[in-house]
């Protein structure tokens, strides 16, 4: 893994590739018996990640997530198998989320990366034992991918405050969770949907964040949210 992160954290074009090459390359000698190595999921999530920032550059697009998610996919058929073995992690699935955030491209290629994201989302939810629990960088992360891919505001609207009902009742509201809500949507919208869930500005149920490290607890509203409230 040292050696697939100093691929994976090379800035040059190209960088994400080489780094996948030379895990295949590892698997390719296990395979063959040449090698005992075996992947984690750490392996992977250290390819997606490189993946994820390359969609970031003027050089990344669809093509660049595309390839993530052939990883991811690679990742999940894997556990299946047992052929990785360890405690499912929702590290992976929170770097190719981040990597369809990043991507650049045209209205019809972000709806694309949404639909993809999306998929993968709810994806992880229905295979925990594979996949991980969704905790609250996957909330925050998602809540990244429809403020920056959404097509118009009523898209994004909705689609944030699915993840913020959702992230409470998991209580995984953390407080990026709680911030990037209240700054990507209106104030008059996501008022009404806290009081409806029993919160108050000053007040946040404990029930929300009971599974997020105390660290980062959601605090109340009054305080900064990046000046609105």
């Not at 905790?135 to 429809?146: A, D, I, L, S």
């Not at 919160?199 to 946040?204: M, N, V």
């Amino acid at each position: 893994d040292t050696v697939l992160n100093a691929f994976a954290r090379d800035n040059k074009p190209g960088s994400a590739e080489r780094a996948w090459d030379f895990l295949c390359q590892l698997e390719e000698e296990r395979i063959s018996g040449e090698s005992n190595f075996v992947p984690s999921s750490v392996s992977y999530a250290t390819i997606i990640n490189a993946f994820a920032q390359a969609s970031g550059r003027e050089n990344g697009g669809l093509s660049t997530v595309k390839k993530a998610q052939e990883i991811y996919e690679k990742l999940i058929d894997q556990m299946k198998e047992g052929i990785i073995y360890g405690r499912a992690d929702p590290f992976a699935n929170s770097c190719f989320l981040n990597c369809c955030a990043n991507m650049r491209g045209t209205g019809s290629e972000r709806k694309e990366a949404l639909v993809i994201a999306i998929t993968a989302f709810e994806e992880m939810k229905k295979r925990p034992d594979i996949i991980g629990e969704p905790n609250q960088y996957t909330f925050g992360t998602m809540m990244k991918v429809c403020a920056r891919l959404s097509s118009n505001a009523d898209e994004k609207n909705r689609l944030m405050e699915s993840l913020f009902v959702q992230a409470c009742k998991r209580g995984m509201l953390s407080k990026a969770v709680l911030g990037q809500f209240l700054r990507h949507t209106p104030s008059q919208l996501n008022m009404r949907v806290i009081l409806s869930l029993g919160g108050t500005k000053r007040e946040i149920p404990d029930t929300w964040y009971r599974n997020v490290p105390q660290k980062h607890w959601p605090a109340p509203m009054t305080n900064n949210y990046g000046g609105r409230y």
